[in-house]
T-cell receptor, first 116, second 109 residues
Framework: DVKVTQSSRYLVKRTGEKVFLECVQDMDHENMFWYRQDPGLGLRLIYF???????EKGDIPEGYSVSREKKERFSLILESASTNQTSMYLC???????????????FGPGTRLTVT | EDKVVQSPLSLVVHEGDTVTLNCSYE??????LLWYKQEKKAPTFLFML????IEKKSGRLSSILDKKELFSILNITATQTGDSAIYLCAGRGTYKYIFGTGTRLKVLA
């Protein structure tokens, strides 16, 4: 079974703090994604990566950065946390191109971040 | 701009009812349409549809895609309380997945 793990289930941080959210997958997937999920807005893509050291902006990258130094690990960084970044953060991974089932995304359990 | 719209936003039914959830999409370089079920935690995969008119089925759940009308439906027959969840659909482009806001389904005993 594919496993995607996230470093914390719940996190409380203060405004202005630097926040690191880590995601690790154990299935050698090429693609990794960070989303935030807010009521009424669904899942919105923050950043994704299709290879080590590669990153692409999603729909709402402002205030976030990412790092992918190893294939299995994709980190989301909030440089200076703000209250409007309070949300549920979901990491996902998928295989790359070339396989019929390669586009199913597997999600981690989520990190509920509260910024006070 | 890419978008995925789901309807209804929420639905309350009784056990045994049949429900149909709708998903319309406009996704650049469309590749596939995916359905997920989300209970209290991470979304879990239900179906991936790439071809029009071919129904995918898993137990009481089935789904079909219409690439001409840019539309998909998810049917659940003989609903059970365990089907209560948020159902998400997502359109996949070249790399990105565009999610709808979901349909919240509540099944009453």
């Amino acid at each position: 079974d594919v496993k995607v793990t996230q470093s914390s289930r719940y996190l409380v941080k203060r405004t202005g703090e630097k926040v690191f959210l880590e995601c690790v997958q154990d299935m050698d997937h090429e693609n990794m994604f960070w989303y935030r999920q807010d009521p009424g807005l669904g899942l919105r893509l923050i950043y994704f990566s299709y290879d080590v050291k590669m990153k692409e902006k999603g729909d709402i990258p402002e205030g976030y950065s990412v790092s992918r130094e190893k294939k299995e690990r994709f980190s989301l960084i909030l440089e200076s946390a703000s209250t409007n970044q309070t949300s549920m953060y979901l990491c996902a991974s998928s295989l790359g191109a070339g396989r019929a089932d390669s586009y199913e995304q597997y999600f981690g359990p989520g990190t509920r971040l509260t910024v006070t | 701009e890419d978008k995925v719209v789901q309807s209804p936003l929420s639905l309350v039914v009784h056990e045994g009812d049949t429900v149909t959830l709708n998903c319309s999409y406009e996704v650049t370089n469309f590749r596939s349409l995916l359905w997920y079920k989300q209970e209290k935690k991470a979304p879990t995969f239900l179906f991936m549809l790439t071809s029009s008119g071919i129904e995918k089925k898993s137990g009481r759940l089935s789904s079909i895609l219409d690439k001409k009308e840019l539309f998909s439906i998810l049917n659940i027959t003989a609903t059970q309380t365990g089907d209560s969840a948020i159902y998400l659909c997502a359109g996949r482009g070249t790399y990105k997945y565009i999610f709808g806001t979901g349909t919240r389904l509540k099944v009453l005993a």
